[in-house]
């Protein structure tokens, strides 16, 4: 794909200098009382064995469908008869989406203002929220409400557990809280039965109920996901696996109210993708939560590209920032630096360096891997220390890189200094929950100043389908093919022209890098053939680049795009803007392929070449071509280096060619020349550009090829003191348009009605209430046009982005507009304009023979037209007496016959028979 790779100066995360660094930033934290050990409710992966961080944990949310059961918890008889309630067994309905789970549950939430209702169904009586009686009661005929009361009523209720040998447990019988119901003011009543299970094992929410209501948390699975022996019969086997067996046996025992598959989005591992469980387990914390005001102060000092995800995406989740688990229980990463005293757990040593393991263990130490410093004990004051097991959190180490790269503060302090905050790093969307935020937080309680100052956030790529791209749906197309197929400058620009670098998500597809080749890739290409094959003919040898300002009207404005271009890049890529930056090469490749090379094409044909074929020269003005190759080559070589950051394979290739350079990649960026802006002239051909496009839309429209010439169009402009201004250019619309006229007329209503187009998307948050007015008046046509370009309506200024003018044709016009503009094109035929329209295909289809016969561009040629079609025949000999020169000029002909005798090339068009033959 082409990058640049500094392999001199690289770092691993590997190396200990990386992993040396990591421990200063460790106790660092440490050291500002910002690192605790604690016990929380977090998300495991039961096949890695380990925690995963909030943030982590959403990296791989997946929607799914699990079972959901509405369990039925017996109220004790003697809470029942206390109450004055029936002789009929009572129900507490909870209903959850992990089932697995509600063995070790030890409690239950109600919401105590809400209301609940007693319902007999049967013989027993099922207690709910009032407000979930649909769906408790779905398909339920028969059944009777006995009773509505608050929630507060039914707190302290005992209830008897799903399973009797969980109220065995020494920590169950020991507890006399258990197997209650308490308030809960997160209860809801949305969904479920405004009844909740309280397990603090698995669940943060839980883990602060129990705690609050003083609960035993029953430890029943393991880290692995598997049951303990606390959950006999179902120990050793995996939760997820038995859960529809646990249900099965609890249905058994009249325990089971509902069950019924869920669709959810569920967390998964983001390594190896499997269901991740709530889970209550030791770890290391850093506490974020202390430093999230200067967090969000910082934030704001970030340049973000796009901007709102400064204060949306990434500024809610510092909003929302909770302490971060840093620990995990495996063998690869860098090792926790914290040695504990085996007999007193709450005796810790923290290191900061190998120098300070080496002089407190008295080892020589080189590398700081798990199974090295593992083996490391330090005695000190009679004491034993052993380092714990856990490692960091990788994300911790990503968050480090800045200090790590450059093994700070043990070398590079002033290289360290100089360089940070970052200039700029660019990363995808969900990293704004990843890398973006422990960096972040990590420079915050360090240095108290943000990692980066600014930062391109991309989105994400997804399959053409709008689906997440997998392997194991194989759908995305082999990047190999991609590349192969299309090149890899292609599918760079592609990619850096799609909204993912504004981090919005991006449907690949290979029609999209196909468009990028077909429309800039190829045409960069070709230009550049144009100018090597002409210049080689005529043995043009390149000078330096233009600095003087030329006299061909054509080049000055070329030459005026191309700086002005240039100078909207450095204005883009300062502030990382790349959408901008390639739309604007887009449009200047169109402008120089479409516009300048075409509209110049013969001044590159060469007066030598063509005197001494006797006929006479296209281009009397040798100076005039020579200056036309000194721009062309000014604009390719300039263009290279323009592009040479998205695409650095092609203009590396044109650049070398052209100018025996090294390298363009070695070349300083190219500075804009003031002295060669001319906004006169840009206006001018921006307008008659603009015209023409409109003109050829309205041909298209009407299935007019651009060969047929046309009688006249109609012009309305924004601004009528533009008339002045394209009096050099109606030659030029003339002919890109093939008409005879060019009129301007002041007043469209003849052929069009003027209405205006308010951009509400922009007004709204601009204007706010008034919107509504601005729009109204817009569309009465109450507006009018200022001298700069925007519109007044009301007492409010409006820019063109903001109004519009736009028209709706009357009766038959073919009309067209854009930007202010109006164009009706008559598409009235006459004989003549048949004829010359005829004249133009047979140019047309001489120049594919041509192409045919491989002749060279200076080749002169004799040309014979002939029919045996009597309809044809008047029109081909009134077509050779009108135009006979324009053929013979137009495919370097020195004469045209009725027949030629062994042609090189032939053809057939609507019944005229075309043979060329080279003249030497």
């Known amino acids: 794909m082409g990058r640049w790779v500094d392999m001199e100066n690289d770092y691993k995360t590997m190396d200990a200098s990386f992993m040396e660094s990591i421990w200063w930033v460790f106790k660092s934290l440490h050291d500002k009382g910002m690192v605790y050990e604690g016990k929380k409710a977090m998300h495991i992966c039961p096949r890695c064995e380990t925690p995963l961080s909030n943030f982590e944990v959403t990296l791989g949310y997946q929607d799914v469908k699990d079972n959901s059961v509405t369990w039925k918890f017996e109220i004790e008889r003697e809470e029942v008869s206390a109450s004055g309630g029936s002789r009929l067994p009572e129900y507490l309905l909870a209903w959850t989406t992990t089932p697995w789970s509600t063995p070790g549950t030890t409690g239950l939430s109600v919401g105590p203002e809400f209301e609940y209702v007693k319902v007999k169904v049967n013989d027993e009586v099922l207690i709910f929220a009032k407000e979930r009686m649909e769906f408790v009661m779905k398909d339920i005929e028969d059944y009777e409400v006995l009773e509505t009361m608050k929630g507060s009523k039914l707190v302290g209720l005992k209830y008897k557990p799903i399973m009797e040998s969980y109220a065995e447990l020494e920590d169950v019988k020991n507890n006399p809280n258990a197997y209650h119901t308490f308030a809960g003011d997160y209860v809801e009543v949305t969904e479920g039965t405004g009844i909740v299970t309280i397990n603090g094992a698995y669940g943060e929410i839980d883990m602060e109920a129990a705690n609050k209501n003083k609960l035993p948390i029953l430890m029943d699975v393991n880290m692995d996901g598997h049951y303990n022996d606390i959950a006999a019969p179902y120990a050793g086997k995996y939760v997820k696996e038995v859960e529809n067996k646990l249900i099965e046996d609890m249905q058994a025992k009249g325990l089971v109210w509902r069950t019924e598959k869920y669709k959810h989005s569920y967390p998964h591992c983001w390594r190896c993708d499997s269901p991740l469980l709530n889970y209550a387990t030791s770890a290391w914390f850093v506490r974020v939560t202390d430093i999230k005001d200067r967090m969000l102060k910082n934030n704001q000092t970030i340049h973000w590209v796009p901007d709102h995800v400064k204060d949306g995406r990434f500024g809610k989740w510092l909003e929302n920032a909770r302490d971060w688990a840093i620990s995990r229980a495996r063998f690869w990463g860098t090792p926790i630096p914290i040695w504990r005293n085996v007999e007193d757990p709450s005796d810790l040593l923290v290191i900061g360096s190998i120098d300070e393991l080496t002089e407190l263990s008295g080892t020589k130490v080189d590398d700081l891997h798990k199974h090295i410093v593992d083996d490391i004990k330090i005695e000190k004051d009679g004491k034993t220390y052993q380092r714990i097991e856990d490692v960091f959190d990788c994300w911790f180490e990503s968050g ?18 100089r360089n940070f905050p970052a200039n700029f790093i660019a990363e995808g969307l969900d990293q ?44 995305y197309p082999d990047p190999h093919d991609v590349l192969n197929r299309y090149g890899a400058d292609a599918l760079r620009f592609y990619m850096l022209n799609s909204q993912a670098v504004a981090a919005g998500d991006m449907r690949f597809s290979e029609q999209g890098v196909e468009h990028v080749l077909r429309n800039m890739m190829l045409p960069i ?65 169109d402008d120089l392929t479409n516009w300048y090379i075409r509209r110049s094409r013969r001044r590159f044909w060469s007066p030598t070449r063509q005197s001494r074929s006797g006929d006479g020269a296209k281009s009397e003005d040798d100076t005039d071509k020579n200056n036309a190759y000194q721009t062309l080559y000014t604009v390719l070589a300039t263009l290279a280096q323009v592009l040479a950051p998205f695409t650095p394979f092609m203009p590396e290739e044109i650049y070398q060619n052209l100018t025996g350079a090294e390298s363009v990649h070695l070349t300083e960026y190219p500075k804009p020349d003031a002295r060669f802006y001319d906004e006169t002239l840009t206006k001018q051909i921006h307008l008659a550009k603009n015209i023409v496009s409109l003109g050829l839309s309205a041909r298209a429209k009407k299935k007019i090829k651009v060969r047929q010439p046309l009688q006249k169009v109609d012009v309305v402009l924004a601004d009528p003191a533009d008339h002045t201004l394209l009096a050099d250019q109606l030659e030029t619309i003339k002919e890109e348009l093939n008409v005879k006229e060019v009129n301007f007329v002041d007043d469209p209503s003849t052929f069009a009605l003027q209405i205006a187009k308010p951009n509400a998307k922009l007004l709204g948050p601009k204007y706010g209430a008034n919107v509504q007015h601005i729009i109204a008046a817009a569309k009465r046509g109450e507006y009018e046009t200022l001298g700069n370009g925007n519109l007044k309506v009301l007492d409010y200024e409006l820019s063109p982005d903001e109004l519009t003018i736009d028209y709706v044709p009357k009766g038959e016009f073919d009309v067209e507009s854009a930007e202010g503009i109006l164009i009706a094109l008559d598409t009235t035929l006459t004989n003549e304009l048949r004829e010359e329209g005829f004249a133009r295909d047979l140019v047309r289809q001489i120049q594919d023979l041509r192409k045919k016969a491989d002749y060279q561009v200076c080749d002169r040629i004799s040309v014979a037209l002939s029919t045996n079609d009597d309809t044809q025949a008047e029109l081909l000999q009134s077509v050779i007496e009108n135009f006979g020169n324009y053929l013979k000029q137009e495919t370097l002909a020195t004469s045209i016959e009725n027949k030629l005798e062994n042609a090189d090339a032939n053809a057939e068009y609507e019944g005229v028979k075309i043979e060329v033959v080279r003249v030497n």
Do not use: C
């Open 400 to 417: 480090s890189m800045p200090y790590a790269q450059l093994h700070y503060p043990f070398e590079n302090k002033e290289k360290f200094e």
């Open 432 to 475: 704004t929950r990843g890398w973006f935020y422990t960096l972040h937080v990590l420079a915050n309680a360090l240095f108290d100043k943000p990692a980066f100052q600014n930062i391109i956030v991309n989105g994400i790529v997804l399959a053409e389908n709008g689906q997440k791209m997998s392997k194991r749906l194989k759908n």
């Open 525 to 589: 290409w070709n230009a550049y053939s144009f100018f090597v094959t002409y210049a080689n003919i005529d043995g043009w040898e390149p000078g330096k680049l233009t600095t003087q300002k030329p006299t061909h009207q054509l080049d000055r404005w070329i030459l005026a795009e191309l700086n002005q271009l240039i100078a909207g890049q450095i204005e883009y890529f300062g502030a990382y803007n790349l959408q901008k930056a390639s739309n604007a090469i887009y449009q200047f490749v």
